[in-house]
């Protein structure tokens, strides 16, 4: 059976969308992905479709399955590289991807996932007001 | 006719292998990697065949050709995900990919590259010092 690969890289996981997404290929993605998120502890899932020349029903589901796992496991996920005709059509189906992030390329994917998980640390700094500080030791 | 999407991320080009390399795949990949090369300027590329079953003699060519092509435009070229089994009957075959670096995956990948492109601008800077280094004096 086919199988999509996820490439780890730094803190992100990648997957490069190239063949036809049947269901037991999509199943197994998820599967594989979430299997991963887990292993790693990577925070941010990018997904790149610049290789679909057609996004269905049944991808924009499957990509909205991917990114509803992927939220639970504390990862967030980018959709990158849509093509302008597949963003076309998706819209002119009335599929708008609610819940998706996209962005135009991998590199700029990469950067919205660093920007979001920076805002969230500062977010929580803020609320972390009392810090427990180890007492002085004094010596003799 | 399908296409393998090239990514950029930083200054690497990366390539994930998943649809069968037929004649016309191939060429086009080429070509698509020559262009992204010279246009983006990128130092490293790197081709990920985790999701390949069999690595064939037309594979085998094809990789070492992107890597020569690659060398000309001053990319290094580093092959990464090869299963286990594929690398035991590339061997049994008589082809053990000449000329093609290789790494366990992407992560390592990026290392080697970036190791070599260290030491490379480490080598440049050792061939300036050279003349201007003076002879070590004996303390007697």
Do not use: W
Not at 43 to 59: C, E, Q, R
Not at 97 to 115: C, K, Q, S
Request: glycine share 6%.
């Amino acid at each position: 059976m086919e199988r999509v690969p996820v490439l780890k890289i730094g803190d992100i996981l990648l997957v490069s969308i190239q063949i036809d997404m049947e269901d037991q290929v999509a199943l197994q993605l998820q599967e594989d992905l979430a299997d991963r998120i887990v292993a790693t502890g990577c925070h941010g899932v990018i997904i790149d479709i610049s290789a679909l020349d057609i996004v269905d029903s049944f991808v924009g589901r499957t990509l909205a399955t991917i990114a509803s796992i992927s939220r639970v496991l504390d990862a967030e996920t980018v959709v990158v590289g849509m093509r302008p005709a597949v963003a076309i059509t998706l819209v002119e189906l009335g599929l708008s991807l609610p819940g998706i992030r996209t962005a135009l390329n991998v590199e700029l994917g990469m950067d919205l996932l660093a920007r979001n998980r920076a805002e969230e640390y500062d977010d929580r700094d803020d609320e972390d007001e009392d810090e427990a500080e180890t007492p002085a030791v004094n010596a003799s």
